[in-house]
């Protein structure tokens, strides 16, 4: 922080004079002064490029309705929503949950929610770590540059939850309800990983009914080309639908169950433009939290610096941002896996550590970034990296020692675990690597693929499921295969490619019995 | 520049729909937890709401991840033991964050824990009386209006004389009496002074004098021409007949407790008897439960040992239905009370006495009874008590009966019993 401790203010009289409050209570008035210091900071200062900002005061209800529909602003109307509300309820009456922190929406301008209840220092440190830091993230990431429309996000969920609605109106809720179930267990699988289709989102109510027409017609087609007459049916013997392999299922069933009507494939849109929408977060859990802890501990700081907030606001601060970005010990009550918070922000600091005051070991490691401009090297790292890539090109031996960090190899085939790498020297590499690839969500999430429609027989549809390490697919598998089946209407079946390339016929729906009733 | 909204004013229950779409979808696990949750709770206790549980594979929406098998690493922090190579013992299962899998775990959400949610009073009430409504409750309220009460409803100007009001006509007398003669009093007095005046000065000038007299006279009957009492000035006190609000309901619960009962059976009559005060608890201010448990005679118990202690011996169901008059008589006047009588058996009486109970019910009892409701459970055949009862049914619409075997059928055996009447 040596830039910013030149401007330091030190003199009480000038530090008096700067003072914006020295109150807890916000007013409107406040906010608004606070906001303009820290946009002034954030932009200017620091040169963070951010989307409009608009901040919006809500009650604690409202928040808890806002966590309830996983941050969208505006959603369908489904009980797994209700359901997430009650247990947000649940937690945050227990008191095992504090509501404090943001949540702040993907768009343009971008929203970020103040609690009513927050202190006025609470808002300041929400709306450096949402308003601007968030904000900056989305603004700059490649993947949410390439995934994510947001310009046009918030039209698009109004669209989706009336578009629902009148759905319900049209066929009655059960009945929708039932799709949209069947779309929520189709969801992971439900995005691209690797090329974006070229549709905006803009305008979707004045396209919508074009595409319904378009879509079915395409669909009629395939169906028909898929019964014709014997004399092709050697060409069409050797040609499989699809011709490769499809990861996004939904994308699939969408364009080309048969016995979808055009408003379930709407639906299933929708989903699939939802799931698409919240994929880069998923993927920059780490680096965007990180990135925001970053800023609002680094904007408060400066802050402070230039007399604006005094000691008591940085003590009130201070103590959040400490839980925030806390690390448990894996064998602590409150261990819950690695907190990307905690993670992301100690990287961050760690990679200007390494600008600002690199060691012999650091210069080893980080040649390129060692003893650079650490604003430079930190937006860049914020621009081109997604959690996996950013751990295995930025985690320092230095931080893998302050974070203790050890891996563990859990082999069903041993008896035992094995402790396969710690923070000494030969494991550096190893495991970043492995820490690294707990971020890839093609190792989390299993390889399903779409591999082949039965277009000659009874339209069984085949997924492929690429094994990996030996690992299983999980044990609502069949309930999954059930919602699979709804939508498609034909039986489906999942085929397992194990490591040593044999395959065989792991999940089937409807199962043998049932077909028989 | 920035954009500060206040969304505070927005509505607050954006979930409300979906909560309600949630407690649609689980209705009927919903509906199970609350029957479950009345067999824990004592018999007149409705006060609270009641925790929900939902068995978490019913709630959870399925998603496809890694299965618990194969080869998994996970890197973790907080490391104080452990060296290359070391070789330790997998924790057990189910520890929450446990070392094995705990990435896994975080991503999955695979909770072994039930999905638990509370619900009101009111939402745990509409739910165990769902499309319930009392018998006959309108019917009742209608009929009860011959017993008013007479109340004060302030004051009219019409009325029965016997009714008058009268501080009040009189102060409306005065006061318009004030009104009317004030103005002729005080000209009255003026020209009486004049008067005076006039026949101190000497000489008298008799023809002032005589004029000022005629003027006071007719001042005078002027004056007494405003009538003392007016119609105008009446004020009767006003009552009207309100129905008196029976708003107390007392609850019989009679049950056989000869040893043919088991304690099954008696555990179905006991949520029986639970559902139908739950049910009186709803719709009265205040419900009495009295307790009779007979063999060959009855007696009046408390809570306890009605369902605890157990008797042998013979059955005579008369004894009960005998006592239970005796004590409407002694503690209940009908006029002030709502009575509901439910019977629990197992059909066995002696048979000699069975026409007595239906002889009794039909003359002394049921008259007086807002509802009878009976329920034989067994899974044989009907004995000759049943018949008897059938005899009673046809002649009140308040009398129910039914028979159930097993604890499932007490719910819908309910239902049916309080079904929403057609009034």
């Known amino acids: ?517 | 520049m920035p954009m500060i909204v206040d969304r505070r004013l927005d509505g607050r229950n954006k979930s409300a729909v979906n909560r309600q779409r949630l407690m649609r979808r689980y209705r009927v696990q919903i509906k199970k937890a609350v029957s479950e949750a009345v067999s824990k709770r004592s018999i007149t206790d409705t006060d609270s709401g009641e925790r929900i549980n939902i068995p978490a594979k019913d709630v959870s929406e399925p998603v496809i991840h890694h299965g618990p098998a194969g080869r998994r690493e996970t890197v973790h922090p907080g490391n104080k033991e452990f060296n290359t190579g070391d070789r330790i013992k997998r924790p057990p299962k189910k520890k929450a964050g446990g070392k094995s899998g705990a990435g896994q775990a975080a991503d999955s959400g695979q909770g072994e824990d039930d999905f638990e949610f509370v619900i009101s009073k009111e939402e745990y009430l509409d739910i165990l009386f769902e499309e319930l409504a009392l018998p006959n409750l309108v019917k009742t309220k209608l009929a009860r209006q011959a017993a008013d009460n007479v109340v004060r409803a302030g004051f009219s100007s019409t009325g029965v004389p016997v009714n008058l009001n009268l501080p009040r006509t009189m102060r409306r007398a005065k006061g318009r009496k004030i009104a009317a003669i004030g103005a002729f009093a005080k000209r009255k007095q003026k020209l009486q002074e004049e008067l005076d005046d006039e026949q101190a000065n000497e000489p008298v000038d008799l023809d002032k004098v005589a004029e000022l007299r005629e003027a006071i006279t007719r001042l005078t009957t002027k004056i007494e021409t405003v009538p003392f009492i007016d119609t105008y000035d009446l004020k009767f006190n006003q009552f009207v007949r309100r129905p008196k609000p029976v708003t107390q309901a007392v609850m019989f619960c009679v049950m056989d407790v000869s040893g043919s009962m088991t304690e099954p059976i008696k555990e179905i009559a006991k949520r029986f008897f639970m559902l139908l005060y739950m049910f009186l608890a709803r719709s009265y201010d205040k419900t009495d439960v009295v307790f009779i448990r007979h063999h060959t005679s009855a007696k009046e118990v408390d809570e306890e040992e009605f369902f605890t202690s157990r008797e042998t011996g013979g059955t005579i169901v008369s004894s009960a239905l005998k006592l239970t008059r005796e004590i409407i008589d002694e503690r209940f006047p009908i006029d002030d009370w709502n009575i509901y009588v439910a019977q629990a058996s197992d059909g066995d009486n002696w048979e000699a006495d069975s026409s007595v109970c239906s002889a009794l019910l039909i003359e002394h009892i049921m008259p007086h009874l807002q509802y009878y409701a009976y329920v034989e459970i067994h899974d044989h055949d009907h004995q000759l008590l049943w018949t008897e009862y059938e005899k009673v049914k046809t002649r009140f619409d308040t009398f129910a009966m039914k028979q159930i075997s097993g604890p499932d059928e007490i719910f819908p055996v309910f239902h049916e019993l309080f079904k929403r009447r057609e009034t």
């Open chain 1, 1 to 517: 922080m040596t830039a910013v401790m030149a401007h330091s203010v030190t003199d009480p009289a000038e530090r008096k004079k700067r003072l914006i409050s020295s109150e807890s209570d916000w007013t409107f008035n406040l906010i608004e002064r606070y906001n303009e210091e820290i946009h002034r900071i954030a932009t200017e200062v620091y040169g963070l490029d951010c989307y409009p900002v608009q901040l919006e005061i809500i009650s604690s209800e409202q928040m808890m309705d806002a966590y309830a529909s996983v941050g969208m602003p505006i959603g369908y109307n489904h009980w797994s929503f209700g359901k997430q509300f009650l247990t947000t309820e649940k937690n945050y009456k227990r008191g095992a949950m504090n509501l404090a922190y943001e949540i702040v929406i993907n768009s343009n301008p971008c929203i970020a929610y103040l609690m009513e209840e927050n202190t006025l220092t609470m808002q300041a440190l929400v709306i450096a770590h949402a308003a601007y830091g968030h904000n900056s993230f989305f603004k700059g990431n490649y993947l949410f540059k390439t995934w994510t429309d947001a310009e046009a996000i918030i039209d698009y969920l109004i669209f989706a939850k009336h578009y629902v609605r009148e759905c319900e109106e049209k066929y009655g809720e059960e009945t929708v309800e039932l799709v949209i179930d069947s779309c929520h267990a189709l969801m992971n699988f439900g995005v691209d990983h690797y090329k974006r289709r070229n549709t905006p989102l803009e305008n979707e109510q004045f396209v919508q009914s074009d595409r319904e027409r378009i879509l079915q017609h395409h669909i009629d087609d395939l169906w028909r080309r898929l019964s014709v007459a014997d004399d092709t049916e050697q060409q069409s013997d050797t040609e499989r639908i699809p011709q490769e392999p499809q990861e996004n299922i939904l994308y699939f069933l969408e364009k080309n169950a048969p016995l979808l009507e055009p408003w379930q494939r709407e639906i299933v849109r929708i989903v699939r433009k939802i799931a698409q929408y919240f994929y880069a977060q998923k993927q920059t859990q780490v680096m965007n939290e990180g990135w925001a802890c970053f800023w609002h501990y680094t904007i408060l700081n400066h802050m402070y610096d230039e007399g604006l907030i005094n000691e008591s606001s940085m003590l009130e601060f201070l103590q959040s941002h400490t839980n925030v970005v806390f690390q448990p010990s894996y064998d602590s009550d409150f261990y819950s896996g690695i907190s990307p918070y905690a993670l992301g922000y100690n990287m961050m600091m760690d990679i200007k550590r390494i600008c600002d005051a690199p060691t012999a070991e650091d210069r080893r490691w980080f040649p390129d970034i060692a003893g650079s401009n650490w604003r430079e090297t930190l937006d860049f790292a914020m621009r081109n990296f997604k959690d996996e890539s950013f751990i295995a090109q930025f985690l320092s031996p230095k931080l893998m020692r302050d974070f203790h960090l050890f891996a563990i190899l859990d082999d069903d085939a041993e008896n035992t675990m094995e402790i396969s790498a710690i923070h000494d020297d030969d494991g550096y590499q190893n495991l970043r690597r492995k820490l690294s690839t707990q971020y890839d969500l093609s190792y989390a999430v299993p390889n399903l693929q779409v591999y082949e429609i039965d277009h000659r027989g009874d339209r069984t549809l085949t997924l492929r499921h690429y094994q990996d390490l030996r690992r299983p697919l999980s044990d609502n598998t069949d309930e999954v295969l059930k919602h699979l089946y709804r939508l498609w209407g034909f039986k489906v079946q999942i085929e397992t490619v194990d490591e040593d390339d044999s395959t065989s016929i792991t999940y089937r729906c409807p199962t043998g019995s049932e077909e028989d009733k």
